[in-house]
RNA sequence: CCGCCCUUAGCUCAGACUGGUAGAGCAGUCGACUGUAGAUCGACUUGUCCCCCGUUCAAAUCGGGGAGGGCGGACCA
């Protein structure tokens, strides 16, 4: 694979990337590495995903990937997992993210997984934290974090160290490329920033886009109906999607196309089949797409009506979703142990 | 260590001074209209009023105690 083939496989589906002159000179170099972290807060949901099925473009740019369960993130950020509780919510997120890699036709064996305990309390890295906090002002590490961390009006410190540390992680993990939504753009703006004045590098950033959610706006994770979740069974998914917000002709906005794109499409071609769509005769029968452009393009021109693309939709995501709901199913201490207010 | 403020529906809060077993907005649910959803109409639902004790015929409301959260002061050899 060449430079262009490989530094088009990792770019593709991203909200931005800073700077793919330097991804491209990454993979002129050698074989990139590249990381993104999760913090095991709540359950894990399909925008987890779309971030997760990427990874496999990354495999197959011949890029190493690292997955940082970022355990003590998930209590600095408004101790929205308690203390007690980081165990067995990395356990979970662990076990589910290989499951999703797999989904999406790639093997979790190919990617490292860490936990952030594992190196966050070394003494040089705390050395080095301690001097960010020094020479970082509150309001730097609060904007920088703005998107990621809780807002509160009585904001608690860990939310501001909660930057600093994942600056640090960069540097810890030995990351060329930082990846993650592009709420984390922040964060990691300030990771070039600082990095290089702390031992480190200047991460290049990959920038994945946040889906919308399905009642319209933004997704909510506490919200249900805004999302779909890994454990709904194929009649929620399929009722979620009815449920969606989806005006004719439009893509601003609007989640179901983004389900399509970044998350069915990528697999579909992975498994190199058409993603087609039934439509009962009277609409003018079925539609089959070999590319996500050419649906949009006949959603937009209104020749695929919403209620078409939402019977279809709500197959293949639920299609997709559908082993991971199992495999989760089958091991049910998993959940439990990590959200025991939930699933007694 | 001291003082002050806050805690009421899923969320933001009103009601407390002048006790009579609770309200608004948003959210949610259901219909109508659309070949989806939304928007728009129409209808509807929602509560250990933070906990305990006391006063009273009657306590979200008054008194005492406690818990959680916030703010300030004091101490600074």
Redesign the pocket.
């Known amino acids: 694979m060449d430079t262009d083939e490989r530094v088009e496989l990792a770019t593709r589906n991203t909200a931005e990337v800073v700077t793919e002159e330097e991804l491209r000179e990454l993979f002129e170099d050698d074989d990139p590495s590249v990381y993104i972290g999760y913090a095991p807060t709540g359950e894990m949901h399909i925008g987890h995903f779309t971030t997760i099925r990427k990874l496999a473009d990354f495999l197959h740019a011949g890029m190493d990937v690292t997955v940082l369960i970022a355990d003590l993130h998930a209590h600095l950020d408004d101790a929205k997992s308690p203390f007690d509780l980081l165990a067995a919510r990395s356990a979970y997120y662990e076990e589910t993210i290989r499951a999703m890699v797999e989904a999406a036709g790639a093997d979790p064996e190919q990617i490292t997984f860490v936990r952030g305990r594992d190196f966050e309390l070394d003494s040089e890295y705390t050395l080095e934290l301690l001097r960010m906090t020094a020479e970082t002002t509150i309001a730097r590490a609060q904007r920088a974090a703005s998107e990621v961390v809780r807002e509160s ?2 904001p ?1 410190l860990g939310g501001l160290v909660y930057p600093l540390m994942q600056t640090l992680d960069v540097d810890a993990l030995d990351a060329d490329v930082a990846y993650g939504g592009i709420d984390q753009r922040g964060i990691y703006m300030l990771s070039r920033e600082i990095l290089p004045e702390h031992g480190g590098e200047a991460p290049t950033c990959v920038f994945a886009p946040l889906l919308s959610g ?3 706006g933004k997704m909510s994770a ?2 249900e ?1 805004s999302k779909v979740s890994l454990t709904d069974d194929p009649d929620s998914v399929a009722e979620k999607i ?9 893509v601003e906005g609007n989640g ?1 196309l983004e389900y399509v794109r970044y998350l069915v499409f990528p697999i579909l071609e992975e498994r190199d089949e058409a993603f087609v769509v039934e ?2 005769e ?3 029968g079925n539609l089959t797409y070999d590319s996500y452009g050419d649906l949009e393009d006949d959603f937009v021109s209104e020749e ?8 279809a939709a709500g197959e293949y995501i639920a299609d997709i979703v559908d082993p991971i709901r199992e495999r989760l199913e089958s091991q049910p201490d998993l959940l439990a142990e990590a959200y025991p207010e939930k699933y007694d």
């Open positions: 009006d009585s608690n399905l009642t319209g506490s919200e109906s009815g449920d969606a917000y989806c005006p004719m002709g439009e179901v439509r009962p009277e609409y003018g695929l009506h919403p209620q078409d693309l939402k019977n």
